[in-house]
């Protein structure tokens, strides 16, 4: 009943029989001996803790055969088990497995260094392949990485245009009204019919005129972020597109409510619309009026 070739699996009837065994007759140094012998099977503590006790009752039980040899017995049995080839020191297991963990969390975590090197969320997945097989990547750290290429490539981390920055997200005087109003978007200022890009990878779920906006494109990149683009001039996209940072999804123009060339655009998360300056992570080719 000792000889369970599964240490993690002990069953109830091993245990319960280690126990009936260990219990007659038994020491002091024994009964301790009892419950270090089913925490080393059930992979609680290790080998060596297991042999510096064997060593340690050895010692004590001298005056005691009897009591001894019984209890050599039970962790002799006990040592066989631990050692047969199917065993793994657990201790040394879940060492391997920390490591293991350590090694993926870094895979993770360098994801964003790395992409810094392609503008192509595809050439970078292909990287990280490479990386995976020479690194000894798992398969679920390689989705999960995909995950993370796919989510910061939905972020719109970039502007839609170079150009001068006319008008910031908040409260302005209305150039219509002269009265104080909330201004949704940014507005930039570049020549005329110059490409408006995508700001990140996305689809385009609008494209047509709208009242004030004029013409003008909405693009959905998930994870409830959208971006807008308004007064274009003229479309390069239609609903269903997909587009990446980058992409020409139309031109600068003065359609619907402008008073001159340029591209209001918003960035709305989970339908409010927040300020897409604090998104722009590179402003070095914007230039502000004030
Ligand atoms: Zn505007």
């Known amino acids: 009943m000792f000889r369970s070739k599964k240490p993690y699996g002990i069953s ?3 245990s319960k ?10 020491t002091t140094t024994e009964k301790i001996l009892k419950h270090i012998t089913i925490a080393a099977i ?26 001894s040899k019984v209890t050599n017995e039970v962790v002799n049995e006990s040592i066989q088990i631990l050692s047969t080839d199917s065993f793994k020191d657990p201790i040394s297991e879940m060492m391997e497995e920390e490591k293991r963990a350590a090694e993926e969390k870094a895979f993770l975590d360098s994801i964003e260094i790395i992409a810094k090197d392609y503008s192509d969320t595809e050439e970078l997945k292909e990287a990280l392949i490479k990386m995976s097989k020479e690194f000894d990547i798992s398969n679920i750290t390689l989705t999960a990485a995909f995950e993370k290429v796919d989510e910061m490539a939905s972020i719109p981390d970039s502007a839609p245009v170079a150009g001068l920055i ?22 930039i200022q570049n020549e005329f019919d110059s ?3 995508a700001t990140a990878y996305g689809t385009v779920i609008f494209a047509d005129y709208y009242g004030g906006y004029g ?10 972020i959208v971006t807008c683009y308004g007064h274009l001039n003229t479309f390069k996209c239609k609903v269903g597109d997909i587009v990446s940072v980058g992409t020409p999804i139309g031109t ?3 359609t619907g409510q402008a008073t001159g060339v340029h591209v209001h655009y918003e960035v709305c998360v989970d339908g409010e619309k927040v300020d897409p ?3 722009i992570s590179d402003l070095s080719e914007m230039t502000f009026l004030e």
């Open 12 to 14: 109830v009837e091993t």
């Open 17 to 26: 029989t280690a126990s009936e065994y260990c219990n007659t007759n038994l």
């Open 42 to 67: 059930a992979g609680i503590i290790s080998f060596s803790t297991l042999s510096a006790s064997t060593a340690l009752a050895d010692n004590r039980n001298t005056k005691d055969l009897h009591s």
């Open 166 to 187: 006319t008008s910031k997200f908040g409260y302005r005087t209305d150039p219509f009204s002269g009265r104080q109003a909330f201004h949704c978007g940014l507005d």
């Open 195 to 197: 490409d408006v890009c």
């Open 215 to 224: 013409n003008y494109v909405q693009v959905d990149h998930g994870n409830g």
């Open 252 to 254: 600068m123009g003065q």
């Open 277 to 279: 300056l604090e998104y």
